[in-house]
């Protein structure tokens, strides 16, 4: 029989060896237990019975009130896979709310599992393999995550007009980012990046349109918000709600010293109050 304090001494030796089993030191014991409850969550409420629109939207409502939290994947030294339930920000926010989705909606819900769909889902033909795998601008994610299978881009069929980026923000400001700053190397992998970004056809809604085509927007579909901010393609990101008033209103991670909240208007209202908020890019989750 093992006594106590050995039974301990193992339990801590297997978190240990558990969580560095893809990377090291990426997420922490409370963000396992966060995960447990979600998953516990999903099936005291049949989620995984219901579409994977209907999934994300309750996976996303479940984190209101979680606190905003800037730069959680930027981490010292090489790329790993960071997980942080416990701080959000937009894109962090969207990409769990998928995931753990996707996971519901196949069964495949071990901790083990959701490192794995997050992992196919974060990086480059769902591989890690250094700072420019990891798909930084929201144009390659949507590009990316379409050859995946994971999403499609219904942007066009809605009433989508062309939009062309012209992206260079990452390459002509290192100094924002501690990776490419320290490893020069980089810069000419993510200045590629973009010039591909900038050879495909994107579609997007003007933002003076969105309430016209608000009735063809799903609850869970994924609203990317264009930007008009100098080589920049996306300002925000987040899941549209349906909610009583038959509007689509925006489930998001907002910024800095706010939580994860619906906005109190509809999409097309919060649109207008942010002067570079151009317009949206939807994109619907894929079975």
Same mark, same amino acid.
């Given at each position: 029989?093992?006594?106590?304090?050995?039974?301990?001494?193992?339990?801590?030796?297997?978190?240990?060896?558990?969580?560095?089993?893809?990377?090291?030191?990426?997420?922490?014991?409370?963000?396992?237990?966060?995960?447990?409850?979600?998953?516990? &969550?999903?099936? %005291? +409420?049949?989620?995984?019975? =219901?579409?994977?629109? *209907?999934?994300?939207?309750? #996976?996303?409502?479940?984190?209101?009130?979680?606190?905003?939290?800037?730069?959680?994947?930027?981490?010292?030294?090489?790329?790993?896979?960071?997980?942080?339930?416990?701080?959000?920000?937009?894109?962090?926010?969207?990409?769990?709310?998928?995931?753990?989705?996707?996971?519901?909606?196949?069964?495949?819900?071990?901790?083990?599992?959701?490192?794995?769909?997050?992992?196919?889902?974060?990086?480059?033909?769902?591989?890690?393999?250094?700072?420019?795998?990891?798909?930084?601008?929201?144009?390659?994610?949507?590009?990316?995550?379409?050859?995946?299978?994971?999403?499609?881009?219904?942007?066009?069929?809605?009433?989508?007009?062309?939009?062309?980026?012209?992206?260079? &923000?990452?390459? %002509? +400001?290192?100094?924002?980012? =501690?990776?490419?700053? *320290?490893?020069?190397?980089? #810069?000419?992998?993510?200045?590629?990046?973009?010039?591909?970004?900038?050879?495909?056809?994107?579609?997007?809604?003007?933002?003076?349109?969105?309430?016209?085509?608000?009735?063809?927007?799903?609850?869970?579909?994924?609203?990317?918000?264009?930007?008009?901010?100098?080589?920049?393609?996306?300002?925000?990101?987040?899941?549209?709600?349906?909610?009583?008033?038959?509007?689509?209103?925006?489930?998001?991670?907002?910024?800095?010293?706010?939580?994860?909240?619906?906005?109190?208007?509809?999409?097309?209202?919060?649109?207008?109050?942010?002067?570079?908020?151009?317009?949206?890019?939807?994109?619907?989750?894929?079975?």
């Amino acid at each position: 029989m093992l006594n106590n304090a050995t039974k301990i001494l193992l339990s801590l030796i297997s978190f240990v060896l558990f969580a560095s089993d893809i990377q090291s030191q990426i997420f922490s014991e409370e963000d396992i237990k966060i995960f447990n409850r979600k998953i516990s &969550f999903a099936d %005291e +409420n049949e989620l995984s019975k =219901k579409p994977i629109n *209907e999934i994300i939207v309750e #996976i996303g409502k479940s984190f209101i009130g979680t606190e905003y939290a800037a730069h959680t994947l930027e981490k010292d030294g090489d790329e790993n896979l960071v997980i942080n339930f416990l701080g959000l920000d937009c894109t962090t926010f969207l990409e769990t709310s998928l995931t753990l989705a996707r996971c519901i909606e196949k069964g495949t819900t071990k901790f083990q599992d959701y490192q794995n769909e997050l992992t196919f889902l974060r990086y480059r033909d769902g591989k890690i393999d250094k700072y420019p795998s990891r798909l930084h601008y929201f144009s390659d994610w949507i590009f990316n995550n379409q050859q995946k299978n994971i999403v499609k881009d219904v942007t066009k069929e809605i009433g989508g007009e062309l939009i062309q980026f012209n992206l260079n &923000f990452m390459t %002509e +400001n290192p100094e924002y980012y =501690k990776q490419l700053e *320290e490893n020069p190397d980089f #810069i000419p992998v993510i200045r590629k990046q973009e010039k591909d970004i900038n050879s495909r056809n994107y579609y997007y809604i003007p933002k003076a349109k969105v309430e016209s085509a608000e009735n063809k927007i799903k609850t869970g579909d994924l609203i990317a918000i264009t930007s008009s901010v100098k080589g920049l393609d996306i300002n925000h990101v987040g899941i549209a709600v349906k909610m009583d008033d038959g509007k689509i209103h925006f489930l998001h991670a907002p910024l800095v010293g706010s939580k994860v909240q619906i906005t109190p208007e509809p999409l097309h209202d919060y649109l207008k109050k942010i002067k570079k908020h151009t317009g949206i890019i939807v994109l619907r989750a894929l079975n």
